[in-house]
């Protein structure tokens, strides 16, 4: 009984985990981000600071922190590196 019991909650793991996956690519999938937002989060992916993607791309640290906010918001991420790894896994950006 007890072996069944693991079988089950091990089965419900995997479905849980797969279906986070899928709804989460199929969600990102209808999001669109700007260029400048995939921009600001594809500098960010090589590891760039904020002040230096802000002087790769002519723009300032402000302008920088909107974009990201920006992203992370339709993203639904918690912060940049959120953003950045989420943005990642849809496809919408390339490391």
Do not use: C, P, W
Not at 68 to 91: F, V
Request: glycine share 8%.
């Amino acid at each position: 009984m007890k072996q069944r019991a693991l079988h089950l909650a091990y089965a419900a793991v995997v479905v849980h985990v797969r279906a986070h996956q899928l709804l989460g690519t199929e969600a990102a999938q209808g999001l669109s981000l700007t260029n400048r937002e995939r921009e600001v989060l594809s500098l960010s992916a090589l590891g760039m600071t904020t002040r230096e993607v802000g002087s790769a791309l002519g723009i300032s640290v402000s302008g920088v922190n909107f974009h990201i906010a920006n992203a992370a918001r339709k993203l639904g991420a918690h912060n940049r590196t959120h953003a950045t790894s989420l943005a990642i896994d849809a496809g919408l950006i390339a490391v």
